[in-house]
């Protein structure tokens, strides 16, 4: 089940809202907390129940782990915290590599002559973030900073379903709190009417903007070979557009889900595409990943130098945006994604520790043809084919402006003049219009109340869509 | 206000989605709930999302389906020479199963069906019997259910074709007549011909004759003798679309034309003893076959041809029946095993 469904909207949300606050009003409001978690166990059993036991268990095994822990804590036992600790490790990195790189290291034994059979394992979603959420978690306990260790709190903390699939990564700290508080188990007016007005603002992002482009980007992305320059730019353009407006529509609203439920959840984007430097753009864009990294990979990198050096401090850089770059997947297009950021984030560092010249433009420019890059590396179905694309962007295939339509394309969702005013909407709506949160900040009004009204008509009328039916040629 | 506030966005995005809902109920542009409004002209050209309407609300008693091969059908013709009032149904690049499916939405729908006209595709007659064409389909629309209407109702695309109906008919237009519905003549005027067809075409590579085996018949027992044993009542009237000559080179130079022909006769077996069929083949028309000016690629052909396919099962030219598939069968191996494809190449 996505937020972006019909039955998310119509029956699932509204259903576990009005329960979660009934729950929340009576004399046992504990029982809210049970309810939100067996409504997202219901949530991500629904998109594939066969990975339910996946995430039932991973929630049993750390909480059985981070108990080790904190009973070492609480005893002085370092061995025991360390153990546990350890333990908590390689179960949930091993548990991150065997789905999602295991594959990837069979292939490259097998170019080197291995023979080993490929386990085509499919990826259960969200295992990046709820395995990443633990490890956190894990991580605090070790420090000495969680204390909390409620069974219920827990998993909900893990499995709460506004975050669950796609992030923004949670911290215990911020949301142990919350679960505790039994004030924020009723209803509160404020706090619906900014969390709807986040997730229709997620909603329209998501389903009207991002969706619109995907049929566009994916003609362009199978057969780069019958894009000329211009139409290659455009076709990169609007992939960094349709990846942002998904991502962050799909951020805003979680956010916003989880606002309707009183509860704060960290927001993951704050006007990235307005950043003048590499290192602002990471501190902008999927926000929650940025600290997340920090905390797990640069802070004990950089505490791993005896000095702390400007080099200490780079070469940390390098190591935590490198893995930023490989968590998103696993394939050498994802290597030179990582390669990409980590040396743009060094040569950041060094500009600004020599203080050489930049003008702000020049910056933003640099910085988005970097994002363009690290995009079009992205979204390339391989290395071949993303080389194929930059081949296409410096004119390889032809000079000149032509839309990708090709023979052998399935379907188009935008034509003629749609897309080329599409993407100039998305484009104005990145540098010029307030982000979202600051949006729902305002007070609200009649007029923003019948603005708000159409706009989730409008997006819940672009959650279907007819496809064209092309034909082959014979 | 906030709670008022909220009140107003939850009931005024319901009462936007009524408004667009009732609109798209009243117009229902793919004939999902009613038959076109006289008042309206409606343009029908989405085969997959309007087919499956036209076969539920329309009123006839005869149907025209298969793939483009079908497309240039009219209706107006079967009309006068079958007597009928008649519907065509097509499929772009569709399989049998989607084909097969829809005439059994057809005969379940409309009992005053009696005549089913099939353009049996030759090149897809031994593939895999799920075949589909696409990967997504509009289901929403081929099944009873009202909770997955949603798909249709709350849609921008078919408001907009609502919508664009309205501005059709007030700009004077008139709701496609089958006769117009999915044929491409016009659309591939002037290409063709011999010359435009060998720009296209491109001759495989010359592999040995391949040894017998039997043929996986399971796509014609699933998809065509399921349905015509079920229907007894309906009379069916089969053909195998009139590829050119080019096709047999093709398999010639794959090395199986031999078992091509081989599994034609097995369906011609197959096929045949059912008194509901009429079962044609215009493969013994060479004349036909080899006209490069019939076909504007290997398969496609003109809408004449379309309109001399009617006269032929109105009259029962090319019918094939068990006294004389035998006969047809070898002058079809005499004539395409033994023709001499590489004269087509020669200037």
């Known amino acids: 089940m996505l937020f972006n469904s019909y039955t998310f909207i119509f029956l699932f949300f509204p259903i576990v809202l009005f329960v979660y606050f009934r729950l929340g009003e009576s004399r046992r409001s504990d029982w809210a907390n049970v309810w939100l978690v067996i409504a997202s166990l219901f949530f991500y059993g629904y998109w594939e129940v066969s990975f339910l036991p996946l995430l039932i268990g991973s929630i049993l095994i750390n909480y059985w782990i981070s108990g080790g822990i904190l009973s070492g804590k609480e005893s002085g036992n370092v061995q025991r915290q360390k153990i546990f600790f350890g333990l908590g490790l390689t179960f949930n990195l091993g548990l991150l590599v065997w789905y999602k790189y295991m594959d990837f290291f069979i292939r490259n034994i097998n170019l080197l002559g291995g023979d080993i059979p490929p386990l085509h394992l499919v990826l259960p979603l969200g295992i990046s973030f709820f395995t990443i959420t633990q490890v956190l978690y894990l991580l605090d306990c070790y420090a000495g900073v969680a204390k909390d260790h409620d069974f219920v709190n827990y998993a909900l903390f893990v499995s709460f379903f506004p975050h669950l699939l796609s992030g923004p990564i949670l911290y215990h700290k911020q949301m142990m709190t919350q679960f505790r508080d039994e004030t924020l188990r009723r209803p509160n ?47 990169a353009i609007a992939y960094m557009m349709q990846l942002y407006f998904d991502f962050s529509g799909y951020s805003d609203m979680a956010v916003g889900l989880a606002r309707m439920m009183n509860l704060e959840i960290p927001i993951n984007f704050n006007a990235p595409y307005r950043a003048s430097n590499l290192i602002t753009f990471w501190q902008r864009w999927h926000m929650s990943l940025t600290n997340a990294i920090t905390a797990c990979v640069y802070m004990p990198v950089l505490r791993s130098f005896k000095k702390m050096t400007f080099g200490a401090v780079v070469f940390s850089s390098f190591v ?53 890059g690290g995009s079009v590396l992205f979204r390339a179905e391989s290395f071949r084919l993303a080389g194929k694309m930059f081949y296409a962007m410096i004119g390889g295939y032809g000079m000149g402006m032509s839309l990708p339509v090709t023979k052998d394309a399935q379907m188009l969702s935008l034509s003629g003049i749609q897309f080329p005013l599409m993407l100039i909407l998305a484009v104005i709506l990145v540098i010029r219009c307030p982000s979202s949160n600051e949006l729902i900040k305002r007070k609200p009004s009649y007029t923003s109340m019948v603005g708000f009204a159409i706009l989730l008509g409008y997006s819940i009328i672009h959650l279907s869509s007819i496809t064209e039916f092309l034909y082959f040629q014979f | 206000m906030e709670k008022r506030w909220c009140e107003g966005v939850i009931i005024g995005s319901l009462l936007f989605l009524f408004c667009v809902g009732t609109l798209i109920v009243v117009i229902d542009p793919f004939f999902h709930y009613h038959k076109p409004l006289k008042s309206l002209a409606y343009r029908i050209n989405y085969e997959r999302y309007q087919n499956d309407g036209i076969v539920k609300q329309f009123d006839y008693d005869a149907m025209i389906t298969g793939t483009s091969s ?102 004077g237009g008139h709701t496609t007549t089958f006769d117009e519905y999915s044929n491409w ?141 035998e006969d047809y069968c070898q002058r079809e191996w005499d004539f395409y095993t033994n023709y001499d494809y590489d004269a087509i190449y020669k200037k």
């Open chain 2, 70 to 171: 079908s497309a240039n059908f009219k209706t107006s013709e079967m009309d006068k020479l079958f007597g009928t009032h008649a519907i065509k149904v097509c499929y772009d690049g569709g399989g049998f199963k989607e084909i097969r499916e829809n005439i059994e939405r057809a005969i379940a729908a409309n009992p005053d069906l009696r005549i089913i006209v099939w353009g049996l595709d030759y090149n897809v007659l031994f593939i895999n019997p799920d075949y589909t064409g696409y990967k997504e389909y509009p289901t929403y629309l081929y099944d009873d259910s009202i909770i997955n209407d949603v798909n249709y109702i709350f849609n921008s695309a078919v408001l907009r074709k609502s919508l664009s109906n309205l501005i059709y008919t007030i700009k």
């Open chain 1, 320 to 372: 935590a945006f490198f893995v930023v770059g490989i968590w998103h997947g696993a394939g050498w297009k994802y290597v030179a994604f990582a390669l990409l950021h980590s040396s743009g984030i060094v040569l950041n560092h060094l500009w600004r520790h020599y203080h050489w010249w930049m003008p702000k433009t020049l910056g933003r420019v640099l910085t988005l043809l970097v994002v363009l």
């Open chain 2, 185 to 325: 003549t016009k659309a591939y005027n002037g290409t063709f011909g011999k010359t435009n067809i060998l720009k296209k075409y491109k001759r495989p590579e010359k592999r040995e004759i391949q040894t017998y085996r039997e043929p996986d018949t399971e796509n014609v027992e699933k998809n065509i003798l399921s349905l015509v044993k079920a229907n007894p009542d309906k009379e069916f009237y089969f053909f195998l679309t009139p590829y050119s000559i080019l096709v047999f080179d093709g398999y010639n130079r794959a090395g199986i034309l031999r078992n091509y022909l081989l599994w034609e006769k097995e369906v011609i077996k197959m096929i045949l003893p059912y008194e509901n069929v009429h079962f044609f083949s215009f493969f013994d028309e060479f004349s036909m076959i080899t006209n490069f000016d019939n076909y504007r690629d290997k398969g496609h052909y003109h809408e004449r041809i379309n309109s001399y396919l009617l006269e032929c099962m109105a009259t029962g030219k090319h019918r094939l029946t068990m006294e004389n598939y």
């Open chain 1, 189 to 235: 007016w404020g706090n619906l009417a900014r969390g709807l007005s986040l997730f229709i603002i997620g909603f329209a992002k998501k389903v009207v903007i991002a969706d619109s482009f995907i049929s566009y980007v994916k003609v362009g992305f199978d057969k780069p070979e019958s894009l000329t320059l211009i139409s290659a730019w455009l076709t």
